[in-house]
């Protein structure tokens, strides 16, 4: 089997379904409401489709469990960005506020989000424990993980922060970022990043590989490595805002 088509899919899904919450996003406040309510749907029928997926070691139970984590992933960007899922600090960060209790502030304005982010990750597990399709799982987990280490670099400081992927009800959040060139961190999760995807490429590549394994690990290889680009991105003397224009109209 061919690993393009998985490659193209993976970077089709992260591209189109970025640019479709940001599109929600950009919407009257008044229509967060009946979409949060969907994408709820949505992800009770994301769960199902990974417990069902998580039994099928074929390469349609890998693209299954694969495009089922990404709406699971979806639920928790749409209720972050809408502002129902967020912390109990809803103001900016205060004047020469400084190191750990920064820190513990801009925490608070995420604490929710973190704790969803657990409650999901815990559900995810349940859904594909002990099956031999774990592709649903690990596609989580590199998203939970990564974007862990997206927080952790944009609090330290990076060039570019996104700033306008940010609605005006959450411009309050900015105020905990720091714009610099680099900071230490970031080296250590690009090269970890990419450490951990050479030997998702090598299975996809081994010559031996059942079908279900080239789709399966090219599909987590190639969204871990879309996950190292966004770090890289957000030290590169440029903006990466113009791949999602279209999701950003307003």
């Given at each position: 089997?061919?690993?393009?088509?998985?490659?193209?899919?993976?970077?089709?899904?992260?591209?189109?379904?970025?640019?479709?919450?940001?599109?929600?996003?950009?919407?009257?406040?008044?229509?967060?409401?009946?979409?949060?309510?969907?994408?709820?749907?949505?992800?009770?029928?994301?769960?199902?489709?990974?417990?069902?997926?998580?039994?099928?070691?074929?390469?349609?139970?890998?693209?299954?469990?694969?495009t089922c984590a990404i709406l699971v992933w979806g639920w928790q960007e749409i209720g972050f960005l809408f502002g129902?899922?967020?912390?109990?600090?809803?103001?900016?960060?205060?004047?020469?506020?400084?190191?750990?209790?920064?820190?513990?502030?801009?925490?608070?304005?995420?604490?929710?989000?973190?704790?969803?982010?657990?409650?999901?990750?815990?559900?995810?597990?349940?859904?594909?424990?002990?099956?031999?399709?774990?592709?649903?799982?690990?596609?989580?987990?590199?998203?939970?993980?990564?974007?862990?280490?997206?927080?952790?670099?944009?609090?330290?400081?990076?060039?570019?922060?996104?700033e306008r992927f940010l609605p005006n009800h959450l411009k309050y959040i900015f105020t905990y970022f720091t714009c610099?060139?680099?900071?230490?961190?970031?080296?250590?999760?690009?090269?970890?990043?990419?450490?951990?995807?050479?030997?998702?490429?090598?299975?996809?590549?081994?010559?031996?590989?059942?079908?279900?394994?080239?789709?399966?690990?090219?599909?987590?290889?190639?969204?871990?490595?879309?996950?190292?680009?966004?770090?890289?991105?957000?030290?590169?003397?440029?903006?990466?805002?113009g791949l999602w224009k279209w999701g950003m109209r307003s």
């Open positions: 089997m061919s690993i393009v088509w998985p490659i193209l899919y993976s970077i089709f899904i992260w591209w189109f379904s970025t640019g479709i919450i940001l599109l929600l996003n950009q919407r009257h406040p008044s229509t967060y409401k009946n979409a949060f309510w969907i994408s709820g749907m949505v992800l009770a029928l994301a769960l199902v489709g990974l417990k069902t997926s998580a039994n099928l070691s074929t390469v349609a139970g890998a693209y299954c469990g694969f129902y899922v967020t912390g109990p600090r809803r103001e900016p960060c205060p004047e020469n506020c400084r190191g750990w209790q920064k820190m513990y502030f801009a925490f608070q304005t995420i604490q929710h989000h973190e704790i969803a982010l657990i409650i999901l990750a815990l559900a995810v597990t349940v859904m594909t424990w002990g099956g031999s399709n774990q592709t649903g799982f690990w596609t989580f987990m590199i998203l939970w993980l990564m974007r862990q280490s997206a927080k952790l670099n944009i609090f330290l400081g990076v060039l570019n922060l996104n610099k060139p680099m900071n230490p961190l970031l080296p250590i999760s690009v090269i970890g990043g990419a450490l951990c995807a050479i030997p998702l490429w090598q299975a996809a590549f081994d010559p031996n590989a059942s079908d279900f394994m080239v789709a399966s690990m090219s599909l987590t290889g190639a969204i871990l490595s879309l996950a190292v680009l966004e770090h890289i991105l957000m030290v590169v003397p440029f903006s990466s805002e």
